[in-house]
């Protein structure tokens, strides 16, 4: 039990053009996804929090117009990179907390790895 | 605000050897912990995790851990590691808040281990 899809795993873009990640909860509700950035070698940088049907909640230096979250719905949220530039390439993790485990164990996701050229 | 502290960036060991990758804490309320693995370009797995009772937590993969209050830390072990043990570990912390949900993870920077023949 416990898994989180994204999609795609890897994207390869122009610099300019948006992005859009899925992140998925697959056999339960999550009233609460994550969304982290790490880059190489790097440990986990928390960029935003996400509750079901709520504006996200983004930390200190995380601009929230370029890093777009939705979560529309208890078992998807989405993160959509505007005009990407070659210094948002990175490796972007989702986790998800469900309702019945408030003990804040998250469960990850597999990663998008993004390049923008 | 909490903080992690994984004291070996890199740990090298052969196998069938025993292996313990050390993690401190800092936190003024109490706080949940958890270890987590991450193998190249996948996202992170959940090891085991501490949130109350026995302070020896075992985990997958014959992993354990022991919290330890008055020294604050949370050291993983393993017994007898395997190649495929290789990867990067990451223990997190998040505090406990009064109703019994907790503020957001914080990670340490991680641990390579890397498990030679």
């Known amino acids: 039990g416990a898994v989180v899809s994204q999609h795609p795993s890897r994207v390869i873009c122009k610099s300019g053009t948006s992005v859009k990640i899925e992140c998925r909860s697959l056999?339960?509700?999550?009233?609460?996804m994550f969304w982290y950035r790490q880059f190489p070698k790097k440990s986990l940088m928390l960029m935003a929090t996400?509750?079901?049907?709520?504006?996200?909640?983004?930390e200190q230096g995380v601009e929230k117009d370029k890093f777009l979250i939705n979560h529309a719905s208890l078992t998807l949220s989405t993160l959509t990179v505007t005009s990407a530039h070659p210094e948002d390439s990175s490796f972007y993790i989702c986790?998800?907390?469900?309702?019945?485990?408030?003990?804040?164990?998250?469960?990850f996701g597999p990663g998008t790895r993004l390049t923008v050229l | 605000a909490q903080s992690v502290t994984q004291l070996d960036s890199q740990v090298p060991v052969f196998e069938e050897a025993p292996v313990e990758l050390r993690c401190n804490y800092s936190?003024?309320?109490?706080?949940?912990l958890f270890w987590y693995v991450q193998y190249p370009n996948q996202g992170l797995q959940l090891l085991l995790k501490?949130?109350?009772?026995?302070?020896l937590v075992k985990g997958i993969n014959g992993f354990e851990a022991e919290f330890n209050k008055s020294q604050t830390s949370f050291h993983l072990r393993k017994p007898s590691v395997h190649i495929s043990d290789t990867a990067e570990y990451f223990c997190?912390?998040?505090?406990?808040?009064?109703?019994?949900?907790?503020?957001?993870?914080?990670f340490g920077k991680g641990t390579k281990l890397t498990v030679n023949p």
């Open positions: 056999d339960f509700q999550a009233t609460t």
């Open positions: 936190s003024s309320v109490s706080v949940y």
């Open positions: 986790s998800a907390r469900g309702l019945a485990d408030p003990h804040d164990t998250q469960y």
């Open positions: 997190a912390v998040s505090e406990k808040l009064v109703w019994g949900g907790s503020e957001k993870l914080v």
């Open positions: 996400s509750n079901e049907g709520s504006k996200a909640t983004y």
């Open positions: 501490y949130l109350s009772g026995s302070t």
